[in-house]
């Protein structure tokens, strides 16, 4: 073994290091099952940061630099929408007194936001390329784990008829697999279901083998999630994925897609504003499920005009309680438009650098620092997850908001490291030394 190979096999992580981040991870997603959520809602999320601290402690005792300053260059970009969040609601509170009353929930989310960016750093600093894959495979476990915990309620007949009957009927189903409705976790399974459809590698046995099982655990996932909207939209971003790659330069077009959607964020804003956005849904037969009711509620809080202050990070949240002690509605149901949300709680200056942030900076830096195809992934996961923005509340979810990241991320160690195989180098002059010396050696025995 040469030193080259030497030094790879020491910075090669450890199996139990693996297994400390895997079994962290296993446990902070164990908070969404709703046992554990009602009782301590977000709390057990943070005990993602033991894996972050077997990453430290790793770090401490096999320092890589290189590895570290790959990974750390990740934070700036990152960063920048927490520096929004934070400067833009700063200002409205301290030139608006009577919006302070989120500030405190605005702060919880901003840090468990920024737990994410660490998380996902970190995760990439030990594993690399192979940082989704152990992601997928935790989600998988958290999963299959809440399934087990849930079944003696029902007994083992009565669960799997119902998880065969919600198959069955795409997404139709009561008792069991209602209890495993677990939404953050289940979005996320729509990010492995693109990536492994589309981009994960398949050159090797192992790969295919891989990517076989993702597709087929992340489709099985979905459907007992009882998300019935997140395969239309994968569907469609798969589609969209064959479309660009029709193209020898598609980076023109992924840069338009994001202004594109951009742009219609402000049609889309007022089409909920006006209601025509629920009337043309209502009009065609679509369950609103509530959600008219909670979009037309903030009217008269926020104004669609360019000079919209906002109302401060989590300012929607304070609303909707208020909403619901007022008994305007039966529950403190979150707003399901975020969208609306963002702009209500940014203004139109924040909102602006929200979308133009996400759609247009983060691809172009993907595909400038790294290349094309990674900037196609993060594009492809984007557009998924825009489509749940729309009706939903995914845009700060915590495993989301890691998936929408990591699997970019952790792409582009293995581009990297393509790279780095495929690119010659010229024989430095100790090389070309050694290579004398043991010719010499060869012919003096």
Not at 34 to 48: D, E, F, R, S, W
Not at 65 to 93: E, Q, T
Not at 221 to 250: E, N, T
Request: contains cysteine; charged residues 15%.
């Amino acid at each position: 073994m040469n030193t080259g190979e030497l030094q790879t096999s020491r910075r090669e992580c450890p199996a139990f290091i693996i297994f400390l981040i895997v079994a962290c991870t296993i446990f902070a997603g164990l908070g969404d099952w709703k046992v554990l959520n009602n009782a301590y809602g977000g709390l057990p999320k943070a005990i993602v940061l033991g894996a972050i601290v077997c990453a430290f402690m790793y770090f401490l005792v096999s320092a890589d630099f290189g590895k570290l300053r790959k990974a750390m260059s990740f934070f700036p970009i990152f960063l920048i929408p927490i520096a929004v969040y934070i400067v833009i609601s700063m200002y409205i509170w301290i030139t608006d007194f009577s919006q302070v009353a989120s500030i405190s929930r605005a702060w919880e989310k901003i840090l468990f936001q920024t737990i994410t960016i660490i998380y996902a750093v970190f995760m990439c600093y030990l594993l690399e390329e192979r940082a989704v894959n152990y992601l997928f495979l935790s989600m998988c476990a958290v999963n299959t784990a809440i399934m087990l915990l849930e079944m003696p309620k029902y007994g083992i007949a009565e669960s799997i008829s119902s998880v065969v009957t919600c198959i069955i009927t795409f997404g139709e189903a009561e008792g069991f697999v209602r209890a495993l409705e677990i939404h953050d976790i289940t979005f996320l399974f729509g990010q492995f279901f693109v990536y492994y459809m589309m981009f994960a590698p398949k050159g090797q046995k192992s790969e295919r083998r891989i990517r076989r099982c993702g597709i087929i655990l992340s489709l099985f996932f979905i459907l007992l999630g009882l998300k019935r909207g997140v395969l239309p939209a994968v569907i469609i971003v798969c589609i969209y994925v064959k479309f660009l790659r029709l193209f020898k330069k598609p980076e023109k077009l992924i840069i338009a897609t994001g202004i594109s959607i951009a742009l219609f964020f402000y049609f889309y804003l007022y089409l909920t504003r006006s209601g025509l956005l629920v009337e043309f849904l209502e009009s065609h037969g679509v369950d609103m499920m509530g959600r008219d009711v909670l979009w037309s509620l903030p009217n008269q809080y926020y104004e669609l005009s360019p000079f919209w202050k906002g109302l401060g990070f989590e300012s929607v949240t304070e609303l909707v309680n208020q909403w619901y002690q007022d008994g305007l509605i039966n529950r403190a149901y979150p707003l399901h438009n975020d969208i609306l949300k963002i702009f209500i709680e940014l203004g139109a200056l924040g909102f602006t650098l929200w979308a133009v942030i996400h759609y247009v900076m983060f691809p172009a830096y993907w595909m400038k620092r790294h290349d094309t195809q990674t900037g196609m992934l993060y594009m492809a996961i984007l557009l998924y997850m825009t489509a749940t923005y729309l009706t939903d509340n995914t845009a700060f979810y915590f495993w989301c908001s890691i998936g929408l990241r990591l699997i970019p991320m952790s792409y582009s160690y293995r581009i990297n490291k393509l790279e780095k195989e495929t690119q010659w180098k010229a024989p430095t002059s100790e090389d070309v030394a050694n290579d004398i010396w043991l010719i010499e050696m060869r012919g003096k025995g």
